[in-house]
């Protein structure tokens, strides 16, 4: 038999695109394509792209750049699929006509075609087909590990205004419950067990009449799942029922991502968030009340356009008001394309460092703070991996993601749940040691 051609997916961005770099990736595999990790190594490399910031795209051109080169030397296949696939299309084809394939996750059942195509040299560079063919994968979550992401959902209707999301990923498509159910089984059988659930906003799920607090109640009860999350959810979107379901199934982790962006009611309105700031903390009491140790992470910007002084100490008290146990800190950039982009960028960068260091700097101390008071507490710890430091540790994570690194009592698998004791809190992990297998 032939040798087949190998293939390397090369991964931009968020979880969304990592889950379907692992659909692709299996539909190759299922076309016996070998897949190999060392892209610079691979006959054909796919790139699954972000489009979210100006400087991730960046980061993928100047990588197909250097791709190109080194096709003029040897026979290479170069595909692009994701966000700039979709956003950025026109670009791609005037900057770079010698790439072979483009590709947007409704050609994903047609991949491995382009591929064969694209090794005769024939190109193929797709206009968005809308057939919403559903592709469940074996395969795809076979090197999974501990955790499993699974699709529900693609797009989004919301129009944030510094957000290309909904035009790289189109309107909002709510998957089947048969289809994502039939993936949560693959994922289990493979040994995964933590699944989360990805889309841009999860909570305004809707298949028929099916909304994500009775599919999440529906999962959460599947056998075999010790841990569940979901992201990202919106404000706006989070109900009673939401929060009922949660507290009522002890799988679901007590810690959820909600992006509260700004702590001001006019940067709210700017970014056309759809809430205030009194809405938000409203939630949040209510999950305080009906879960009391519960947890929050969020997205924050600084410096969004027009963001005074007196706004910015609003995001800043909510930061101190609320005490995230994470916050995804970002400094405004404009992005092409976006409602935001017509604004006036005012706040200068050295006045967006200025905010965005206040914050990190006391969210820093916030968390160790919060590390040192588990000294001599026992947590739950789902294995991921041997330590990175030093490999006759494990490292896992605990229900609200902290790192943990820990001695082993040599009976602790990668994937198990394990009761740890902490004995040091530091910035970024805890360290501890083995109480009991669960
Ligand atoms: S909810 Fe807003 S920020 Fe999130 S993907 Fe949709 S438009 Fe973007």
Redesign the pocket.
Request: net charge neutral; proline share 10%; aromatic share 4%.
């Given at each position: 038999m032939l040798k087949k051609q190998t293939v390397s997916v090369v991964t931009f961005g968020c979880q969304m695109n990592e889950y379907d770099s692992s659909k692709i990736k299996g539909i190759l595999k299922n076309h016996n394509f070998p897949i190999i990790e060392d892209y610079k190594k691979a006959d054909v490399i796919l790139i699954n792209t972000c489009a979210?910031r100006e400087k991730s795209e960046h980061k993928v051109f100047s990588l197909i750049g250097r791709l190109l080169l080194i096709k003029k030397k040897r026979n290479l296949v170069i595909g692009v699929g994701g966000c700039s696939a979709e956003v950025s299309k026109d670009y791609l084809l005037k900057h770079f006509p010698a790439l072979d394939i483009i590709f947007t996750p409704e050609n994903y059942p047609k991949i491995a075609q382009f591929v064969e195509n694209a090794l005769k040299g024939q190109r193929s560079i797709h206009e968005i087909i809308e057939d919403n063919e559903e592709v469940v994968v074996e395969s795809m979550f076979e090197e999974c590990g501990a955790s499993a992401c699974i699709s529900i959902m693609k797009g989004?209707?919301?129009?944030?205004a510094?957000?290309?999301?909904?035009q790289a990923?189109g309107a909002e498509i709510s998957r089947r419950p048969e289809t994502i159910f039939k993936e949560i089984e693959l994922a289990l059988k493979s040994g995964v067990k933590e699944i989360i659930l990805l889309g841009?906003?999860v909570n305004s799920y809707q298949f028929k009449d099916i909304t994500f607090p009775q599919l999440l109640d529906e999962v959460a009860k599947i056998d075999g799942i010790k841990r569940l999350r979901f992201v990202?959810s919106?404000p706006k979107d989070v109900s009673d029922e939401l929060i009922h379901v949660i507290k009522q199934n002890r799988n679901i982790c007590r810690n959820i991502h909600l992006?509260v962006?700004s702590g001001s009611d006019a940067t709210l309105k700017r970014m056309?968030?759809g809430y205030t700031y009194g809405h938000y903390r409203e939630i949040i009491s209510k999950f305080k009340a009906a879960i009391p140790e519960i947890t929050f992470s969020t997205?924050m910007i600084v410096g969004f356009p027009q963001e005074t002084e007196e706004d910015f100490e609003k995001t800043f008290q909510a930061v101190k008001d609320i005490n995230f146990e994470g916050i995804y800190l970002f400094k405004y950039s404009v992005r092409q394309g976006t409602d935001a982009e017509k604004m006036d960028d005012d706040v200068t960068p050295k006045e967006k460092q200025r905010r965005f260091d206040l914050i990190l700097n006391y969210q820093r101390e916030m968390v160790l703070k919060k590390n040192k008071s588990l000294e001599g507490k026992i947590v739950n710890v789902l294995v991921t991996d041997f330590s990175k430091k030093d490999k006759h540790k494990l490292c896992g994570r605990t229900e609200n993601s902290k790192a943990v690194n820990f001695n082993s009592n040599g009976e602790v698998n990668i994937n198990d749940v394990v009761d740890v004791r902490i004995l040091a809190g530091f910035p970024n992990s805890l360290e501890g040691e083995i109480v009991k297998n669960n």
């Open positions: 979210v989004c209707d919301n129009n944030c510094y957000c290309i999301v909904p990923r841009q906003n990202t919106h992006p962006q056309n968030r997205d």
